[in-house]
């Protein structure tokens, strides 16, 4: 659960910095499949990229829940469509910061370039450190306007080394509409007594958008 969780962070994508290392920027807004395998475990998403804005529809303990991130406002909004419900987290601005700084590319390469899903990518081979002692060797496929369509390799953690995939599907590049971003009409701000709700996940993906 713990690399499960791992993965679903970089969904809350960021620039990760390394002396002169740096992963392309996402430039592009845009509407997806997602699709991850970690060992054994498999997390499926409906994921929304707007300008400064994310929404990540997904089904967790069979319940389905999306995640809204307003990164102008500095906020996140976990959606409870089932009972009509939600509740806005503050994003936590010195974490993010310390958690951008902390991460270290150690190895980057470009290797070649191809054709994915209709897109021209460029591949990187990339080795990556994170504060909580993780290790990401990886091959990402990545759009000229940064989206990363693809991704292979294994992290290396407390657990042992374990195999991922990541794919992005049905992939649609055009601007998004804001209201996908808002709280639907009629949901309440769940009670203080749901927070158990916001599970160690969802603190996890707040702490790293």
Request: glycine share 4%; net charge neutral; proline share 3%.
């Amino acid at each position: 659960m713990k690399y499960l969780k791992f993965f679903l962070i970089c969904l809350f994508s960021f620039s990760l910095n390394a002396k002169t290392l740096e992963l392309p920027k996402v430039t592009a807004e845009y509407v997806c499949n997602t699709k991850f395998i970690i060992g054994v475990a498999i997390l499926e998403t409906r994921t929304f990229q707007g300008n400064n804005k994310k929404r990540i529809d997904t089904i967790v303990d069979s319940v389905p829940q999306s995640v809204i991130i307003d990164y102008e406002k500095q906020e996140a909004i976990w959606v409870w469509p089932k009972t009509y419900s939600y509740l806005s987290v503050p994003l936590n601005k010195e974490s993010q910061t310390n958690l951008k700084k902390a991460a270290n590319i150690t190895e980057l390469e470009k290797i070649s370039n191809d054709y994915l899903r209709g897109f021209e990518v460029d591949l990187y081979k990339l080795k990556l450190n994170l504060p909580d002692g993780t290790t990401e060797e990886s091959t990402r496929w990545i759009t000229k306007n940064g989206v990363t369509l693809k991704e292979v390799g294994f992290i290396t953690g407390d657990e042992g080394k374990i195999h991922f995939y990541s794919e992005f599907s049905n992939v649609k590049m055009f601007k998004q509409d804001e209201r996908l971003f808002e709280v639907p009409e009629g949901f309440k701000l769940a009670p203080v007594e749901d927070l158990d709700d916001v599970n160690e996940l969802l603190k996890t993906m707040v702490k790293r958008g």
